[in-house]
């Protein structure tokens, strides 16, 4: 992979909170290149090079998914469970940022191997300084192992 930022996947299908993820990510500086799933079929197709991303080598792995819960065709649970599943994808950081506060969403994250779960502010700065704060940290500071 070499000295080139990896990409960070975003997984979001509310347009409103995808527009304010990326924003938040420039606005802060974050030079890693980004992907946007709109539900959890296509982070899947991403992740394992099928669908429209057929041909997509799956071993080229994300820096960090940035993962909502509530999403169409397959929800952020099954997504997670089903990276987590997978021998390529195991280790991949997986953050859930949703607007849930439910604690068996967060009991049930944990328990599938998320890295991290957080709740989006309902406020426009919180939200971008939230984001902000993850892409940082995920995309700069973070180390993950990387397929041999």
């Known amino acids: 992979m070499g000295s080139e930022?990896?990409?960070?996947?975003v997984v979001e299908?509310?347009?409103q909170d995808a527009t304010m993820t990326l924003r938040a990510l420039k606005k802060h500086n974050v030079s890693n290149p980004i992907v946007?799933?709109?539900d959890g079929a296509e982070a899947l197709d991403y992740l394992y090079g099928t669908g429209a991303y057929a041909g997509r080598d799956p071993s080229d792995?994300?820096?960090v998914v940035l993962l909502d819960l509530k999403l169409p065709k397959v929800?952020?649970?099954q997504v997670l469970k089903r990276?987590?599943?997978e021998?390529?994808?195991r280790t991949?950081?997986?953050v859930i940022l949703t607007s849930s506060d439910e604690q068996r969403d967060l009991i049930d994250g944990y328990q599938l191997g998320v890295n991290s779960y957080v709740r989006k502010p309902v406020d426009f700065n919180g939200f971008i300084e939230a984001v902000s704060q993850l892409g940082l940290y995920w995309a700069l500071i973070n180390r993950v192992p990387r397929p041999e």
Do not use: C
Request: aromatic share 0%; glycine share 8%.
């Open 61 to 63: 792995l994300p820096q």
């Open 36 to 38: 946007l799933a709109h």
């Open 92 to 94: 991949l950081p997986v």
């Open 13 to 15: 299908d509310n347009p």
């Open 87 to 89: 021998a390529v994808t």
């Open 83 to 85: 990276i987590r599943s």
């Open 75 to 77: 929800d952020g649970m």
């Open 5 to 9: 930022p990896g990409v960070i996947l």
